[in-house]
């Protein structure tokens, strides 16, 4: 029978480790993690440098065309004509409730608010003088409808029921009461306003009327 000599080493200096049966030394095994460490870090840097390659076109690509979106966008907002509220710009409808719009009214080169006559002065107007850099003035007309049964009173510049309001067609007649809009000085009213306007207003009473605001008061 052979006989076992155990040779014991010293705890500080291990010898190896076994795996599967078989011992492997320190050193290898030391050197075996290291390039392992070193492979691992190379592979991962390769496959984000991979990664970002591949990802970078991409990108780049998405940006481009976010890019070339917006650039045509604006170019046809550019090029589109710009538009502006126009004359006898009205709300649906107002041509079945009108029976038909007269486009005839043009704005006088004044500020103001004028009633329609060709339309019953159902509609009414705003006139808005506007000076342009090169010293010349544009005239901005825009177009309104007056509730259902009320009309435009042209001496109050609001709508109003027909009998209490300037009768249609005498309402050129006071087209000049717009002459003191922008004049915190002058009165929006005079008495003798009020005295012209008074025949002719069926609702018109005592103390000013129905159809007038009282001398010397705005509408608005």
Known sequence: MSETITVMKEPCAPAGLF???FEIPALSLARSLADGALLLKGERSNRQESYSTARQPAVN????????LAFAVMTVALALPRTKRAAYELPDGAE???GG???????????????????????FHVCNVVPKE????????YSFL??????????????????EAVPCQNAPDFFYVNDNIGNPTAPFLTEADVQKAAPLIPGFGEG????APPPGRRPF
């Open 101 to 123: 719009v007269k486009t005839s009214f043009q704005c006088p080169a004044k500020n103001g608010y004028f009633a329609d006559v060709d339309n019953a002065c159902l509609i």
């Open 96 to 98: 079945l409730l009108l």
């Open 208 to 211: 000013g009327g129905a159809g």
């Open 19 to 21: 795996a599967f049966g």
């Open 61 to 68: 690509t998405a940006d481009k065309m976010k890019f070339l």
């Open 146 to 163: 007056c509730g259902n049964q009320t009309v435009f009173n042209q001496l109050s510049l609001t709508c109003a029921f027909a009998e």
């Open 134 to 141: 090169d010293g010349s003035t544009e005239v901005q007309q």
